[in-house]
């Protein structure tokens, strides 16, 4: 059994834009950004909670720092040191992503750091499951933990059986049958990205401010 439970951050107000996009979000534009996100375990805590909501402060001030009152650009802008030295002259607060932006992006940075605190402050009994980040009511893009769904097939006799099991069955009916088994294995989706946030020590690691 898994258990889950989510809970609504307020990220701030953030100005990012996509420079090769052919639209107007070509241009400097910002949204309050907020984050929905939900913590998995198969074990609740002693109060019988997913997570103590109360232990996300720190978490939140991370957030804040990247995303509040804050201007967000790709490494790979072509106008980088532009806003670079805005930052200089102390107009912007510059954030620099070198996986990139939009909410998708986003989506990504707060899903790694969220997942890296989160294990460590429970000792690897609670994940991040998804995240879904908000630039208003109309869009918003998610990220999701890889994981194989286990799924509960009813077989030929009635029985109930999971995905693995229905697995071993189906290769020990095409062996007696003299087929070559199938590889009914379900590859696990894609993880997101390599470069997950090491731990507490190098919260923005990616980040020209935080280096």
Same mark, same amino acid.
């Given at each position: ?5 989510? #809970?609504?951050? *307020?990220?701030?107000?953030?100005? @990012? ?18 984050? *929905? ?5 198969? +074990? ?8 103590? @909501?109360?232990? /996300? $402060?720190? /978490? #939140? *001030?991370?957030?804040?720092?990247? =995303? ?17 030295? /805005? ?16 909410? %998708? $992006? ?13 294990? %460590?402050?429970? %000792? ?9 980040? =908000? ?9 999701? +933990?890889?994981? #194989? ?7 030929? %006799? ?12 189906? $290769?020990?009916?095409?062996? *007696? ?35």
């Amino acid at each position: 059994m898994t258990y889950t439970s989510s #809970k609504v951050i *307020e990220l701030g107000s953030t100005a @990012f834009r996509q420079p090769n996009a052919d639209s107007h979000c070509k241009y400097l534009h910002g949204y309050q950004l907020k984050a *929905e996100l939900t913590f998995g375990c198969k +074990k609740l805590n002693n109060n019988n909670w997913v997570f103590d @909501f109360g232990g /996300l $402060k720190q /978490l #939140k *001030e991370i957030f804040n720092n990247q =995303f509040d009152h804050t201007t967000v650009i790709s490494v790979l802008d072509p106008d980088l040191d532009t806003f670079k030295d /805005l930052q200089d002259k102390n107009i912007i607060q510059l954030r620099i992503l070198d996986t990139g932006v939009g909410i %998708e $992006k986003f989506a990504e940075w707060v899903f790694k750091t969220a997942d890296t605190y989160i294990e %460590e402050a429970t %000792e690897g009994r609670v994940w991040v499951d998804s995240v879904t980040v =908000f630039e208003h009511g109309n869009n918003f893009a998610s990220c999701h +933990k890889s994981a #194989k769904a286990e799924t509960t097939l009813v077989n030929e %006799e009635g029985t109930k059986t999971n995905d693995a099991e229905q697995e071993e069955v189906n $290769k020990d009916n095409a062996s *007696e049958s003299d087929q070559t088994p199938q590889d009914t294995h379900n590859p696990r989706a894609a993880q997101v990205g390599n470069r997950v946030t090491p731990g507490k020590g190098n919260w923005f690691a990616g980040t020209t401010w935080g280096d």
